[in-house]
């Protein structure tokens, strides 16, 4: 009988995600070898955080592509490698806005490149529309596409292209209310042709990455929700970056204002937007950081209605799978609703029947019947492979299964697989 279990379990592409490796190495200009790093972040894991099974990182291109085609690969390897001696494997965003500085590298802005863009108090607003911008783009999703679609050990691209920390947004700037009014003020026309850019860096991104999943930040409404509409026609999922706002602002909150209009009017742009999470990652992240929660706002994690629970059930009502936690203090109250959301969330695959053969003779067929479930409520969105292995105390021989365990959404699956034993293998158990 399917039994979820008391275990949290701790694997790549759902639960917790360990943020920058809390900025203690793989961050510029501070860089550790994968041997130095795992201790680091190990050493300084915060109180009651659970282990993470993705690291999440987001760079500046600036950091990226220092000079025209030498992109850093290194760098981006490296934290492939830490993150794997921690566990994990890496998602990952490449931002073109640095709040205070320049996002895009200095060779962009000079000849024979010279984009243009904006300053506002510092910070530099590339035109996303300008020709050149796009190419260099395109050719820099193509470039990491080619080395990173498809590995193992990469779970998701985070489509930062634009925005205030790549978040599709103007937070960073002052007097300027969304994205659309930064290069078009003179009306609807303007907007399309703005809109046909976003459009194209995210093509970019889609078109380079067309095996590993990615992710497009929500949009509640107008312009801005058509490139969210966009990117999720391409096959993209979709994240939030306030999950659990119940009262940071003063204008409203986003888990009772913002995130609702998204879900409406996403659905009625596109009534199958619900079923998203059956073919794309939704992933969440947090708003402030947990301590935050219980320090400022006095949350409570006992209160069934209150709003600790309630951040949590929707993270499973949406089919959330990785869930960035800021990577910092959780209360100790918090801990029994947060492991009962962690046994929960994303994938949970339970082996509940295993039948075969009790002898089977060298070169004969041999075959697996069982049953599964899917005891969370996404299925993994990364294919992995269903893998046998016999072995003796001289030999091992596996058998790889031709399932797509993709398509494993919450609830009952049957496999049959048959194989032919080798006729070399010994006698024995």
Known sequence: TSNVGAEVHRDPGMGFADFHFGWWCNLPPITFTPEQCAPRVEANWPENYPDAGTAYFRWSWRDIEPVRGEIDFALIDATIRSANVLGETLGFR????????????????????????????????????????????????????????????VDHLDIGSVGCWGEWNTACLSGVEGLFEVFSPAGDADREVTLAAYEELIDAVVDAFPTTPTVMLGQSSGWELRAMMHALSRGTG???????????????????????????????????????????????????TVAQWQDEFGWTATAPAGEVHRTFQWALDQHASVLNGKFGRIPADYVPAMNDLLRRNGYRFVVDVFNHAGTVRPGDPLTFASRWSNLGVAPAYNPRALTYR????????????????????PGEHRVRDSFALPADVEPGV
């Open 390 to 409: 016999l072995r003796s105390a001289a030999r091992e021989v596996r058998f790889t299964s031709g399932e797509d365990i993709t398509t494993w959404l």
């Open 238 to 288: 979709w994240r939030v970056d306030c999950w659990g706002d119940w009262g940071f602002w003063t204008w409203g909150t986003h888990m009772e204002d913002l995130y609702p209009a998204m879900l409406a009017n996403a659905t009625a742009a596109d009534p199958t937007f619900p079923d998203t999470w059956r073919r794309a990652p939704i992933q969440l992240e947090i708003c402030g």
């Open 94 to 153: 490449i931002m073109t806005i640095a709040e205070g500085g320049r996002g895009v590298p200095d060779w962009l802005l000079e000849a024979p490149y010279d984009v243009p863009g904006l300053d506002f108090d510092g910070t530099f607003w590339p035109d996303c529309r300008d020709a050149t911008f796009q190419a260099e783009h395109r050719r820099l999703y193509a470039a990491l596409g080619a080395r990173y679609d498809g590995h193992p050990a």
